[in-house]
């Protein structure tokens, strides 16, 4: 038996202590957290997309539970990158887990001015490039629908930026291969996926949108089969890693998206649930290991077997 697996995920351009990542929109900017849980227990978090400027986002009401998920359309609401580097980024300083910022644009020159600004401070391990948010643009329309404008903003980021850049896809497309592969050759050193799927609800009685903004993003254990496929699919066809997510509520749920090729993954809509749930997941997957005498969390990557 092992006591004392190596829980550890080399990215090749970033080392996390294990694969557990908070993910954007979720988690704040991480110190909302900390009543709750010890941040260095993370392998890292992604904090809430950034546009250049402040945004207050949809208008309200902008989430709505389902029977296993949760619709958002919170439309971007955010800090600003000035109010992030100024009062934020000063206090996650000490942390000793990776901080990545989730990158948002309405534009390409936007997406470039915000990982510019970022590039002169310190104490960001990553850019996580958000071109997947279903909620900001009509009918759901994002870069990531559309392998050529994936490829050519992923590589003007690229070329400028002082960082490793994750690409985060959307799994409203047919093929999500093709935008991943999109991104693998415009540069990015990895992808995450997926973000949330278009979705929406009605209320029967008023016979009016659940949401103001009419369609959100479904997250939560309902997409997680689906967005498991997309892993399996898109780990198949890349050679940078690909961060898995989607609906993990649990220890099982990450060991799933490992052996689907996943080389970490990102939790979002559980900690919404339960505050202290990523420390657990950590925990649990520890007891996964040493139950079944796996030395390496990376023995698991992509480890699925054939039917
Ligand atoms: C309320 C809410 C806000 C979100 N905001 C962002 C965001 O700012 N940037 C982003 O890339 N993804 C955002 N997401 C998507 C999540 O990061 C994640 O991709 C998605 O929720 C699927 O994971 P989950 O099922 O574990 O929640 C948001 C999700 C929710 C529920």
Same mark, same amino acid.
């Given at each position: 038996?092992?006591?004392?697996?190596?829980?550890?995920?080399?990215?090749? #351009?970033?080392?996390?202590k294990?694969?557990? =990542?908070?993910?954007?929109?979720?988690?704040?900017?991480? =110190?909302?957290?900390?009543?709750?849980?010890?941040l260095?227990?993370?392998g890292?978090?992604v904090?809430?997309?950034?546009? #250049?400027?402040?945004?207050?986002?949809?208008?309200?009401?902008?989430?709505?539970?389902?029977?296993?998920?949760?619709?958002?359309?919170?439309?971007?609401?955010?800090?600003?990158?000035?109010?992030?580097?100024?009062?934020?980024?000063?206090q996650?300083?000490?942390l000793?887990?990776?901080?990545?910022?989730?990158?948002?644009?309405?534009?390409?020159?936007?997406?470039?001015?915000?990982?510019d600004?970022?590039?002169?401070?310190?104490?960001?391990?990553?850019?996580?490039?958000?071109?997947?948010?279903?909620?900001?643009?009509?009918?759901?329309?994002?870069?990531? @629908?559309?392998?050529?404008?994936?490829?050519?903003?992923?590589?003007?980021?690229? @070329?400028?930026?002082?960082?490793?850049?994750?690409?985060?896809?959307?799994?409203?497309?047919?093929?999500?291969?093709?935008?991943?592969?999109?991104?693998?050759?415009?540069?990015?050193?990895?992808?995450?996926?997926?973000?949330?799927?278009?979705?929406?609800?009605?209320?029967?009685?008023?016979?009016?949108?659940?949401?103001?903004?009419?369609?959100?993003? =479904?997250?939560g254990?309902?997409?997680?089969?689906?967005?498991?496929?997309?892993?399996?699919?898109?780990?198949?066809?890349?050679?940078?890693?690909?961060?898995?997510?989607?609906g993990?509520?649990?220890?099982?749920?990450?060991?799933? #998206?490992? =052996?689907?090729?996943a080389?970490?993954?990102q939790?979002?809509?559980?900690?919404?649930?339960?505050?202290?749930?990523?420390? @657990?997941?950590?925990?649990?997957?520890?007891? #996964?290991?040493?139950?079944?005498?796996?030395?390496?969390?990376?023995?698991?990557?992509?480890?699925?077997?054939?039917?």
């Open positions: 038996m092992t006591d004392t697996p190596d829980l550890s995920v080399e990215l090749g #351009f970033l080392r996390l294990n694969p557990i =990542l908070a993910a954007s929109g979720t988690f704040g900017c991480g =110190l909302e957290f900390t009543p709750f849980i010890d260095n227990e993370l890292g978090f904090v809430k997309g950034l546009y #250049f400027e402040p945004r207050s986002g949809n208008p309200p009401p902008r989430l709505v539970e389902t029977a296993a998920g949760l619709i958002n359309a919170i439309g971007l609401q955010g800090i600003g990158v000035k109010h992030f580097t100024e009062t934020i980024l000063p996650l300083k000490d000793q887990t990776a901080v990545l910022v989730n990158i948002c644009g309405e534009s390409e020159e936007e997406y470039v001015r915000v990982a600004y970022l590039n002169g401070h310190e104490g960001i391990a990553a850019y996580e490039l958000n071109i997947s948010c279903p909620n900001v643009r009509e009918g759901g329309r994002c870069p990531a @629908q559309n392998a050529e404008s994936t490829y050519s903003l992923v590589r003007r980021v690229k @070329q400028m930026s002082a960082r490793p850049i994750l690409t985060k896809l959307t799994p409203n497309v047919t093929d999500i291969t093709l935008i991943a592969r999109s991104a693998e050759e415009a540069g990015s050193d990895a992808v995450c996926l997926v973000n949330t799927f278009l979705a929406m609800a009605i209320d029967i009685h008023t016979r009016r949108p659940k949401l103001a903004n009419i369609y959100g993003g =479904l997250s254990p309902a997409i997680k089969p689906i967005a498991l496929r997309m892993v399996h699919q898109t780990a198949a066809v890349l050679s940078i890693p690909v961060i898995g997510m989607g993990i509520m649990s220890a099982a749920d990450v060991v799933e #998206f490992l =052996l689907a090729g080389s970490a993954v939790v979002g809509t559980a900690n919404f649930i339960q505050p202290d749930i990523l420390p @657990q997941i950590v925990e649990d997957l520890r007891r #996964f290991l040493v139950k079944n005498n796996i030395k390496q969390i990376t023995d698991l990557v992509g480890g699925i077997k054939s039917p």
